[in-house]
């Protein structure tokens, strides 16, 4: 295959001491003119090979399977409850609230705001009594937010509007609320806008050029806060966290006295574990940590007693540590409110508030918790719950079980697949879980979608995409391995696949491969990988290691080039998880899986599909161009084909329009239906 010359330099870098080869560096700059006329080219190219009526047919069958109501996590308040939700028949999920046991009533359509459906509702969070909402707008994919505030009663967007908000927190008290935010264009230098991130306080009504900054990190750039303000509204919690990491620092203002004479104090110091605040009354602060507990506990300060002042392992533990990894608490009605992962699923539990009388709530199926919505002294709490065949949807947490606020029709028999979950030895001999979803009467071998992230202590847990029951419908199976550097089975887990431990998660997934083809579950060169972001450096890093395993990968939004990572968007930020090659012991490391560095010449690769978006501000999208230009210029004759699909107007993938996700995983689908199965019955025969 002839494909678009990319515009090639001989560039090297020397990196202590080491000669990097970096050839298509201008690849980097969006606005280029010849990178601009090369990602055009290889759209056209790849709009070429894809283009056909198997291509119409997935697109029709996926738009069906979007039109399934999804809820997201909900907030409760007294008797509302808030919460989004689309029924895919709109491009963007919409706010609704819901009072009593009446209908939904919709606060915000951001389908109104612009004619191409890419405005989406990021972020929303209710006052204490729910009069009004805060809620954050990303326009085109960016992450970057404006916030606004819907009045409830006269159904009106007021005029508060708050800028240069990303990963925005919020936390309401009196007539304003507490938010995150970063600094002006112009008042730092060109690139840190993305840094120094500070806690400012918004009064409603006012500008913001008036609100009064509480509390920021001038001699930390990288750290990012998290807000929220106890029940009773006497303490503001800060959590100070590392870039993108877990491991937290804690700050308490006590607010009795008026915001003025507020002071930050310390509670909890040095970046060691990861800190969570939960909720707070009468000076007594709940959170979640992993301190001296990897799997994670639930302990209380209690500031009347001065434990301000004291090393948090001072703290009294509430929930002493399991087998069970605690990832999510709230206080709802004055009992503790715990979800935790076993075996990768979740698990619901209740305790008092002194730890004691736990009762278990039975969930409906293998599946998971994505949130908690709960208030110290309300009598109803609710949770978002999902799993590979069930859409999230909000339930009601009653006594024993969870109970569905409602029930939708669904466009596939769900009753039709089956979920499963195995373990298999990785290279070290580690064992390791992994999922697996097919039709209840599914033969072996069948064509397998293998997925995993592995990273940044996420757990990769059962959850709904339309676009998995398209391949389920076709006789395929997904897979879905828990890799080490996520968060399924504790901290510990996720250290043995972080900064030099990163090839564990590389081999745990080469080994999940392995073992469905050994037990077989696939025939040889019938599994595609896939991934994104991390799990994009994860598809990357094991194509160039196994390209001889693979019958087809598609790598989205991937951090391809491990060198040069931290140099763009918010990179800096994951330089806990991953290192950096300004250091000379991160950098032989990083260099040994960068998967833009590890392509070798006059390889068959398989076929292989690149994404990215032209607007991603989270994972520049320029590495994810020289990664495909490298693979096309280094694969040998007998490869591919690698194509680059660069999407317009959209960015990392939240609040992606219903339109560009079905379009997307049209795509996604038809490059496995062309090329898989081809893969299987020809190429590997020949390699």
Known sequence: MKYPAAPRTDLVDVLHGVAVPDPFRRLESADDPETQAWVSAENRLCQSLLESPTRAEHAARLR???RVSRMSVPAARGDRIFFTETDGTRGQAVLYRVEGSGPPSV????????????TAITVFEPDGSGD???YGLSRNGSDVQELRVHDVASGRTLDDRLNWVKFASIAWNGDGFFYTRYPEPGSVPAGDEQYFCQ???HRMGAPQSEDRRVYHRPDAPEVVFDVKVTSDGRHLVIGSFQGAS???EVHVMDLGGGLESAVPQALVTGFSSGWHFIDGRDGRLYFRTDDHAPFGCIVRFDLSDGAHERDAREARTIVAESGDTIVDAAVANGRLLVSSLRHASSRLATWTLDGHDERIIALPEIGTINGLAAQWTDAQSFVAFTSFVTPPTIMACGREALEPIDRDSLPFDSSGFVTEQVWYPSKDGTQISMFLVSGRDQPSPSPI???????FNISLTPAFDPSDI???????TIAVANLRGGGEYGDAWHKAGMRAHKQNVFDDFIAAAEWLERSGRSAPGGIAIEGGSNGGLLVGACLVQRPDLFGAVICRVPVADMLRYHLFTVGRFWIPEYGSADDAGDFSVLLRYSPYHNIVDGTVYPPTLVMTADTDDRVAPGMAKKFAARLQEAAAAAAG???LRVETRAGHGAGKSITKQVEEQADFHTFLSHYLTRTSVNEHTRR
């Open 64 to 66: 069906e399977l979007h």
């Open 107 to 118: 606060l915000v359509d951001p389908n109104l705001l612009d004619k191409d459906g890419t």
């Open 132 to 134: 009004r909402v805060a």
């Open 199 to 201: 806690v400012c306080y």
């Open 246 to 248: 877990d491991h937290a």
């Open 449 to 455: 979608l293998l997925t995993g992230y592995g990273g």
């Open 470 to 476: 398209l391949w389920l419908e076709q006789g395929g």
């Open 641 to 643: 084909p690698i194509l």
